[in-house]
T-cell receptor, first 116, second 112 residues
Framework: GAVVSQHPSRVICKSGTSVKIECRSL??????MFWYRQFPKKSLMLMAT?????????EQGVEKDKFLINHASLTLSTLTVTSAHPEDSSFYIC????????????FGQGTRLTVV | SQELEQSPQSLIVQEGKNLTINCTSS?????LYWYKQKYGEGLIFLMM?????EEKSHEKITAKLDEKKQQSSLHITASQPSHAGIYLC????????????FGTGTRLQVFP
């Protein structure tokens, strides 16, 4: 299947700093990318949906100024956690999909963010 | 409230036993996906269902989407330790199809 690369896989940052997570589709053009957050022993919570070249659509309760999403090209989306705090520590996973819903979504391996 | 509910939340079975995980939507689905995850890792795609009544199998795992397209079941036959993990159903909701949402997850443990 198609490959989605997420980087970094782990990051530790100091409180107040910003962290950027990259999500790349390696062998296909992803018109839509999703960003999820997963708390321990919980399911994936959709944070936002982004389409290439347009602003991301954020789910209710997700601060758009806190979690900046940029989908600059058909193969790259980035999530920037701004002014990170310990409560932002979590596992973040991206997913990429080709236009239309008749195809599966391909997932990155996730990024474990720890804010100290 | 959660749009996709999974049951049970956790399951512990003995190796060789059969088991079923259910996924119920409060809305009509356009497409239903089953994924497996080992916690802290990415997701492994298992199968996708779109048509009401559709059933698919992959090795010892079978999934079915009911006629009304609001419920799916995942059945594992003769479970093995390798089946252990978190099973997630994901869905495209009809008329709200820009986003892929996930169920609450089912944690499966298989002991020898």
């Amino acid at each position: 299947g198609a490959v989605v690369s997420q980087h970094p896989s782990r990051v530790i940052c100091k409180s107040g700093t910003s962290v950027k997570i990259e999500c790349r589709s390696l062998d296909f053009q992803a018109t839509t990318m999703f960003w999820y957050r997963q708390f321990p022993k919980k399911s994936l919570m959709l944070m936002a949906t982004s389409n290439e070249g347009s602003k991301a659509t954020y789910e209710q309760g997700v601060e758009k100024d806190k979690f900046l999403i940029n989908h600059a090209s058909l193969t790259l989306s980035t999530l920037t956690v701004t002014s990170a705090h310990p409560e932002d520590s979590s596992f973040y996973i991206c997913s990429a999909r080709v236009l239309g819903q008749d195809t599966e979504a391909f997932f990155g391996q996730g990024t474990r963010l720890t804010v100290v | 409230s959660q749009e996709l509910e999974q049951s049970p939340q956790s399951l512990i079975v003995q190796e060789g036993k059969n088991l079923t995980i259910n996924c119920t939507s409060s809305k009509t689905l356009y497409g239903l996906y089953w994924y497996k995850q080992k916690y802290g890792e990415g997701l492994i795609f298992l199968m996708m269902l779109q048509k009401g009544g559709e059933e698919k199998s992959h090795e010892k795992i079978t999934a079915k989407l009911d006629e009304k397209k609001q419920q799916s079941s995942l059945h594992i036959t003769a479970s093995q330790p390798s089946h252990a993990g978190i099973y997630l159903c994901g869905a495209d909701i009809l008329f709200d199809t820009d986003k892929l949402i996930f169920g609450t997850g089912t944690r499966l443990q298989v002991f020898p």
